[in-house]
């Protein structure tokens, strides 16, 4: 038993018992873990009164996800956690580009199969008609055949159908099969950028640093096989300056898609006004094909 003499004893304290962890990667994580919090803790000289208050956030935020919002998750994004995750495991462990992302706070399993090249629109939602095409190739640049994708991604009003009670459920989500092409196209109508919730820990985060809430327009995608690491990515569909400033530090390069407006009649749809084509190409690295947890249900 250790008897705790003074500040300084106690990090080497518990540090010792972090050393008898059986599992090494939880032993190694949890030795790091302690080393930066205390390093942390004595770097910024946290007072008592600022501790009880970094409890009650963490309470507050346990209390504010539930199974249409995921608290922890928006925190995790809003401070760049969520991209540096991302960026350190893929594109040869940030060596290269990679259309890996973020998932986001708002997928869901089960997403209703959709005929390649049909529409995600399962109410009426105003806006112009956008065309996505999408290609999923392996590292050597061929197509992927059988991938299972999910698509899905805000309205034009900057909501997704769990917020918003007018929309259907499972409004602009579905999930496609590709064909030998390794290409998913979809019809939907083309999203804009919305601000994170801001009634929220998160919220008032952002207004305490000066930030603003945007995101820049996406579009969600899962897929995967077996055979290649599961792909999650944000296309992003936007020009606006919220693509260099995004409140979940979101954006590379290899993220941007290629949006074009057309003002032609559309070759399906006839005369509708201006309408979008989206494409991009996504490329799956070999791994294990496993599902991330749903934030939401």
């Given at each position: 038993?250790?008897?705790?003499?003074?500040?300084?004893?106690?990090?080497?304290?518990?540090?010792k018992?972090?050393?008898e962890t059986?599992?090494?990667?939880?032993?190694e994580?949890?030795?790091s873990?302690?080393?930066h919090?205390?390093?942390?803790i004595r770097e910024v000289?946290?007072t008592?009164e600022?501790?009880?208050?970094?409890?009650?956030?963490?309470?507050t935020?346990?209390?504010q996800?539930d199974?249409?919002?995921?608290?922890?998750?928006?925190?995790?994004g809003?401070?760049?956690v969520?991209?540096?995750?991302?960026?350190?495991?893929?594109?040869?462990h940030?060596?290269?580009?990679?259309?890996q992302?973020?998932?986001?706070?708002?997928?869901?399993?089960n997403?209703?199969?959709t005929e390649n090249?049909?529409s995600?629109l399962?109410?009426p939602t105003?806006?112009?008609r956008?065309?996505g095409?999408?290609t999923f190739?392996?590292?050597?640049?061929?197509?992927?055949?059988?991938?299972e994708v999910?698509?899905?991604?805000?309205?034009?009003?900057?909501?997704?159908?769990?917020?918003?009670?007018?929309?259907a459920?499972?409004?602009?989500?579905?999930?496609f099969?590709?064909?030998?092409?390794?290409v998913?196209?979809?019809?939907?109508?083309?999203?804009?950028?919305?601000p994170?919730?801001t009634?929220?820990?998160?919220?008032?985060?952002?207004?305490a640093?000066?930030?603003?809430?945007?995101?820049?327009?996406?579009i969600?995608v899962?897929?995967?096989k077996?055979?290649?690491?599961?792909?999650?990515n944000?296309?992003?569909?936007?020009?606006?300056?919220?693509?260099?400033?995004?409140?979940?530090?979101?954006?590379?390069?290899?993220?941007i898609?290629?949006?074009d407006?057309?003002?032609?009649?559309?070759?399906?749809?006839?005369?509708?006004g201006?309408?979008?084509?989206l494409?991009h190409?996504?490329?799956?690295?070999p791994?294990?094909s496993?599902?991330?947890?749903?934030?939401?249900k």
């Amino acid at each position: 038993m250790t008897i705790i003499a003074n500040e300084a004893a106690v990090t080497p304290a518990v540090l010792k018992v972090m050393e008898e962890t059986t599992d090494p990667r939880l032993r190694e994580i949890m030795i790091s873990l302690v080393t930066h919090l205390h390093g942390f803790i004595r770097e910024v000289g946290l007072t008592e009164e600022e501790f009880q208050q970094a409890t009650k956030i963490l309470n507050t935020m346990g209390q504010q996800t539930d199974e249409r919002h995921n608290e922890f998750v928006l925190m995790a994004g809003s401070l760049g956690v969520s991209t540096l995750v991302c960026l350190l495991n893929n594109g040869d462990h940030g060596a290269t580009e990679t259309t890996q992302s973020l998932l986001g706070p708002f997928w869901r399993m089960n997403q209703p199969l959709t005929e390649n090249g049909g529409s995600i629109l399962r109410s009426p939602t105003p806006g112009p008609r956008l065309d996505g095409h999408f290609t999923f190739v392996d590292q050597q640049g061929q197509p992927i055949e059988g991938l299972e994708v999910d698509i899905w991604h805000a309205s034009p009003v900057g909501l997704y159908e769990n917020q918003d009670e007018s929309q259907a459920e499972y409004n602009l989500r579905g999930k496609f099969l590709t064909g030998p092409d390794g290409v998913v196209r979809f019809s939907s109508v083309k999203p804009i950028g919305y601000p994170i919730p801001t009634d929220t820990t998160v919220g008032k985060l952002l207004d305490a640093q000066n930030r603003h809430p945007y995101r820049p327009a996406h579009i969600h995608v899962l897929a995967h096989k077996p055979g290649f690491k599961t792909l999650i990515n944000q296309t992003y569909v936007d020009e606006t300056e919220t693509l260099t400033s995004d409140v979940q530090f979101g954006v590379t390069a290899a993220l941007i898609g290629k949006l074009d407006k057309h003002s032609e009649p559309h070759p399906a749809a006839g005369d509708i006004g201006e309408w979008y084509s989206l494409e991009h190409r996504l490329t799956l690295e070999p791994g294990a094909s496993r599902l991330p947890i749903p934030p939401i249900k």
